[in-house]
């Protein structure tokens, strides 16, 4: 029985990975994000209302996309396509709940859960940010 015990967590643990990161995510860079948005001013507005998406330019790779989830949930995503090295071609441009890159392969994300969609499958989702609320209709994404 000692021996069958030993065999079982030997191979478990011989087919454990010791390095879980995916290399192929690493090519945006790792920018400070550090912004506070207030619902009630006009350029955020439409956030007060579920699946209303805005760009807030000037903070990550290439500007942050928001994207009101729920009545209570807002998430915020990198601008850039993370399967790409930082190009202009990267941008994500908006397309109601999704966005699309503009290089060749043009990758489309669902903005509700960051994952790509499609048939060109890849290793990495959107890189989200933080967000916290902070008081009456002000929100603050950090990473």
């Known amino acids: 029985m000692k021996k069958y015990v030993l065999l079982v967590l030997t191979g478990f643990l011989l087919s454990c ?4 990161t995916n290399n192929n995510c690493n090519f945006l860079i790792n920018v400070g994000v550090n912004a506070t948005i207030d619902l009630n001013l006009p350029q955020f507005s439409q956030l007060q209302f579920p699946s209303s998406v805005v760009r ?4 990550g790779n290439a500007g942050i996309i928001l994207v ?3 009545n209570s949930t ?4 990198d601008g850039a396509d993370p399967n790409h090295v930082f190009d202009t071609c990267s941008r994500l441009e908006i397309n109601g ?3 699309t890159c503009g290089c060749a392969d043009a990758n489309e994300y669902e903005l509700i859960s ?3 969609l499609g048939d060109n ?3 990495c989702t959107l890189r989200e940010y933080r967000v916290e609320a902070i008081g009456s209709n002000r929100f ?3 990473n």
């Open 17 to 20: 990975s010791s390095d879980d």
């Open 97 to 99: 709940i999704s966005a």
């Open 68 to 70: 009101r989830v729920n």
């Open 74 to 77: 807002i998430r915020a995503w």
């Open 140 to 142: 603050l994404i950090t």
């Open 56 to 59: 807030l330019e000037g903070q």
């Open 114 to 116: 960051g994952q790509i």
């Open 121 to 123: 499958p890849q290793p």
